[in-house]
């Protein structure tokens, strides 16, 4: 039988992956080349909340089930893969680079967002050829950016409420 804490954890990441398959799922703002989304802020307090491996694995799913019944099928591989990546990497200046550094989230999160513009073009020019993937980097970085930007504000909210705190207690 599980314990109380493993049940917890899951639960708490199987939230934290519902609430970033809302932000891509609902929440689209059509840019030229595809959408921009809130999920990549919620991946990244997902790393907030949960950690470095149970926050990516959350983003991972989230964005993933947003690919699969959205109707983005080849993408949802990638996808899990890339924002998985993204996350870890933010988790990883949080957690062993930078742990004592007050604004570690935020270099975190730019890096793991580099990476995931990286990998994403990477993907386009394999798919869909060089011209394509070129074609696409503006709409990731904005995706990218605006997922910074709403994560500063976020984070800027809840931290002056106390709640990330007490989440991250729960």
């Known amino acids: ?99 004592d550094f007050r604004w570690n989230w935020i270099i975190g999160a730019v890096g793991g967002g580099l990476i995931q513009c990286v990998l994403y073009t990477a993907f386009d020019c394999f798919m869909f050829g060089f011209a394509y993937g070129i074609a696409g980097i503006p709409s990731i970085v904005m995706q990218t950016i605006n997922g910074i930007i709403f994560l500063c504000i976020l984070v800027a909210v809840l931290s002056k409420s106390g709640a990330i705190r007490k989440l991250k207690e729960m």
């Not at 993408?75 to 742990?99: C, E, Q, R």
């Open 1 to 99: 039988m599980k314990s109380d804490s493993s049940v917890k954890g899951l639960t708490k990441t199987a939230m934290m992956a519902a609430i970033v398959f809302v932000g891509i799922y609902l929440i689209k703002i059509p840019v030229p080349n595809g959408y921009t989304h809130l999920g990549d802020c919620f991946i990244f307090l997902g790393v907030l909340l949960l950690g470095t491996k149970k926050g990516s694995l959350a983003g991972a799913i989230g964005a993933a089930a947003s690919d699969v019944l959205g109707g983005y099928m080849h993408w949802a591989v990638p996808t899990f893969f890339i924002k998985y990546i993204m996350a870890f990497i933010m988790g990883m200046f949080v957690d062993k680079l930078m742990p």
